[in-house]
């Protein structure tokens, strides 16, 4: 069946069926590494939501899934690296093995400072689980992610979890949003 185009949206940069293959890859990945390891996957609501449920679903060993809500300090539009908790985790992570699962690595000024909180609470270890990763030129992310989904261009992009004022978070694909919808 023809996948019908959201009107907002110029183009897809990942199909539902890309979108498929790199989260199998991904739960391969970490199937393989975390054997008799109980992984706690955290969530970074709310983008993360929608990746980390197919994520888990690609995982074959046991694991367990936590959510942290988190707010940026300053304008909004750009990370501010200090974030403020929302809502904290209901898990004691001390002596667990922490993955972190985010849909978008940019500045990665939100994980850096997640890491570092996180980090305090003395887990048996923590890597992070990007879905994709924006290159921007001349830019590298704060953080380095252990398992990387896919990379994406520095566009606005929106859907699988990614939002423009909220929106666009349920579209099954990953496009690039036309430029009068946000200017
Ligand atoms: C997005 C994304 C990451 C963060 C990445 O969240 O989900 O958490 O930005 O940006 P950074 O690497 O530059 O810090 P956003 O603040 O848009 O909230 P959301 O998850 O509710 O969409």
Redesign the pocket.
Known sequence: MAEQLHPDIESVILSEEDINQIVSRLGREISEDYVDKNPLIVT?????FVFTADLVRAITVPCTVDFMA???YGT?V??S?VVRIVKDLDTQIEGRHVIIA??????????SYLMKLLEARHPASIRICAFSV?DVPGKK??VAATYVGTHVPDAFIVGY???YAEHY?NLPYVGVLKPEVYS
């Open positions: 970074v609501l709310r983008g993360a988190v707010s940026s909004g750009k990370s690296g985010e849909d978008i690595l940019d500045s990665g000024l939100t994980l924006k992310p704060a979890g990614l939002d978070r």
